[in-house]
């Protein structure tokens, strides 16, 4: 770049600017660089675990009940209550696990509607005489 190329930048009286740089005229033109715009998550995406292991203590907890009535380690069966209740937490946190997993891949498949209806209507096209 010669003195020639170089046009200073500053204010209107032609006093160089602190921190700007001459502009070059013969210059070639840079193509616009793209920059991606972040994609931001939904309010419902990010709930969506939250979601998911709201549902997962749920079913878990549904397991426990119903295992703590097949088992019932109250009443005549006192002596061997410690080994039932644990036999309860075990299928509780089983079936959490097992729930949280299974529900976890079916979030992953995704089904989002259509955006727009079918073009040939809801039953399809309806030139048929019938």
């Known amino acids: 770049m010669s003195p020639q190329d170089a046009v200073p930048v500053g204010d209107a009286e032609g006093r160089a600017v602190p921190g700007e740089r001459p502009v070059e005229q013969n210059a070639p033109e840079r193509p616009p660089t793209s ?7 939904t309010r419902r995406d990010r ?5 998911l292991l709201g549902l997962s203590a749920a079913l878990a907890a549904f397991a426990g009940v119903v ?3 097949v088992l019932h380690p ?4 006192a002596e061997q209550a410690a080994q039932s209740w ?4 075990i299928v509780s946190g089983a079936a959490f696990v097992l729930s949280l997993v ?5 979030s992953l498949g995704g089904y989002e509607p259509p955006k727009q ?8 096209d309806d030139s048929s005489p019938h």
Request: no cysteine.
């Open 35 to 41: 920059v991606p715009t972040p994609i931001l998550p």
């Open 47 to 51: 709930t969506r675990p939250l979601e």
């Open 67 to 69: 295992a703590a009535i």
């Open 102 to 106: 299974t529900l976890a891949m079916l």
């Open 74 to 77: 109250w009443g005549e069966f």
């Open 86 to 89: 644990l036999l309860v937490l």
């Open 117 to 124: 209806p079918p073009a040939g209507g809801v039953l399809g």
